[in-house]
């Protein structure tokens, strides 16, 4: 057998081995903080920012958030984007762990999101969560929420209508 045979049978099952550990995830943890940032000619600046804490808001936005910056309603997300090129919204989760499970991730993990779900889960929210193929530190859909880690579940309703909206 000659060596690009083998080569040619191995290569693509270790970068598919990749994509199945990603499909086999079991992502679950707590929402620890929620931030989100306006990036402007390469520069970003954190717009506001929501952990056990408290509230931060930059006192540049504080007009335009009269409303909680724990959501964003898309007039608010419209007038920020006069300012800045792109907004980025992120969640930092402290994943379960003292589990058996095989794939999971354990520590603190800050996840990029969309909007919908930035407004969809609260500081405290204990979520399962899938992430994308292509970046494993972006969410892209809920599979259960739940205010105890008692009733989380792998797939339960979740009352975000569109996860990826913008």
């Known amino acids: 057998m000659k060596r690009r045979?083998?080569?040619?049978?191995?290569?693509?099952?270790?970068q598919g081995g990749r994509w199945l550990e990603q499909l086999l995830l079991v992502n679950q943890g707590e929402i620890v903080q929620k931030?989100?940032?306006g990036i402007a000619a390469g520069e970003s600046t954190e717009i506001a920012s929501i952990d056990g804490d408290g509230t931060t808001v930059s006192s540049k936005h504080?007009?335009?958030?009269?409303?909680?910056?724990?959501?964003?309603?898309a007039t608010v997300a419209t007038s920020l984007r006069e300012t800045y090129d792109s907004l980025r919204f992120h969640v930092t989760v402290?994943?379960?762990?003292?589990?058996l499970k095989m794939f999971s991730r354990t520590g603190l993990v800050e996840y990029r999101t969309s909007r919908a779900l930035y407004n969809g889960i609260t500081v405290?929210?204990?979520i399962s969560f899938q992430t994308s193929l292509l970046n494993s530190d972006t969410i892209i859909s809920l599979s259960?929420?739940?205010?105890?880690?008692e009733s989380l579940q792998r797939r339960c309703r979740v009352g975000v209508e569109d996860p990826t909206a913008e």
Do not use: K
């Not at 045979?5 to 270790?14: D, F, Q, R």
């Open 5 to 14: 045979t083998v080569l040619a049978g191995v290569l693509p099952s270790l």
């Open 35 to 37: 931030r989100f940032v």
């Open 62 to 73: 504080e007009g335009q958030l009269e409303q909680s910056p724990e959501e964003i309603s």
């Open 94 to 99: 402290a994943h379960d762990d003292g589990s």
């Open 124 to 126: 405290g929210d204990h």
């Open 144 to 149: 259960c929420l739940a205010e105890e880690e």
